[in-house]
């Protein structure tokens, strides 16, 4: 099966440092619409990260407000997380999903594979 989404960028920081997350949508895909990034903590549980409009409006979970921002650059088919202040209870798999097309395919969300985060104390 073709990836059509890749994630990168995850690591290992310590508490209080940052980390700048890639998403990137394959060249086969268009009309991409809403993006957003998601995160599996280690205790399973999937939350809603941010999300952006393709016109840039940005939301974000109670939780992650004032520290993280989220953005695209849509001629270039990306979009990114930037993760400032990080805490210990940051550390999940985070992974992206991309509303869009891909080639003569159907309109459906795209998952990358996930990309993972780990915040030290």
């Known amino acids: 099966q073709v990836q059509l989404v890749e994630e990168s960028g995850g690591g290992l920081v310590r508490a209080g440092g940052s980390l700048r997350l890639s998403c990137a949508a394959s060249?086969?895909?268009?009309?991409?619409?809403?993006m957003a990034w998601y995160r599996q903590t280690p205790e399973n549980h999937r939350e809603l990260v941010a999300t952006?409009?393709?016109?840039?409006?940005?939301n974000y979970g109670d939780s992650v407000k004032g520290r993280f921002t989220i953005s695209r650059d849509n001629a270039k088919n990306t979009m990114y997380l930037q993760m400032n202040n990080l805490k210990p209870e940051n550390k999940a798999v985070y992974y992206c999903?991309?509303?869009?097309?891909?080639?003569?395919?159907?309109?459906?969300?795209?998952w990358g594979q996930g990309t993972q985060v780990t915040v030290s104390s």
């Open positions: 999903k991309i509303d869009g097309n891909s080639g003569n395919g159907p309109r459906r969300d795209s």
């Open positions: 060249q086969t895909m268009h009309s991409l619409n809403d």
């Open positions: 952006v409009t393709r016109n840039g409006n940005a």
